[in-house]
Nanobody, 122 residues
């Protein structure tokens, strides 16, 4: 079965940086799109960033554009989210997701990780 395991969350100060990792396993992901989502308490889950495994096309939410960067390491089957210039409003549980849907911008994500907490203090 597909497994997506996030890591790298933690506490950061406003203006600081964190890098999240998503280790993907269970099947080939060469045709997939990988995404990062986040959900803060009392708020809806929102899209953060996405990347096509093959080709490396990227997509970002306006709220993180210019601050966050998504990348992947095919040899490690790992997707990263580099988060710079963190703000308190970035505080959320961050989820890794994957979809085999070829539509771009990506939607209808099929698989989800359990999430990793990111807390940004002001």
């Amino acid at each position: 079965q597909v497994q997506l395991v996030e890591s790298g969350g933690g506490l950061a100060q406003a203006g600081g940086s964190l890098r999240l990792s998503c280790a993907a396993s269970g099947r080939p992901f060469s045709t997939y799109t990988m995404g990062w989502f986040r959900q803060a308490p009392g708020k809806e889950r929102e899209f953060v960033a996405a990347i096509r495994w093959s080709g490396g096309n990227t997509q970002y939410a306006n709220a993180v554009k210019g601050r966050f960067s998504i990348s992947r390491d095919s040899a490690k089957n790992t997707v990263y989210l580099q988060m710079n210039s963190l703000k308190s409003e970035d505080t959320a549980v961050y989820y890794c997701a994957a979809t085999s849907n070829m539509i771009w911008p990506a939607r209808d994500y099929d698989y989800w990780g359990q999430g990793t907490q990111v807390t940004v203090s002001s």
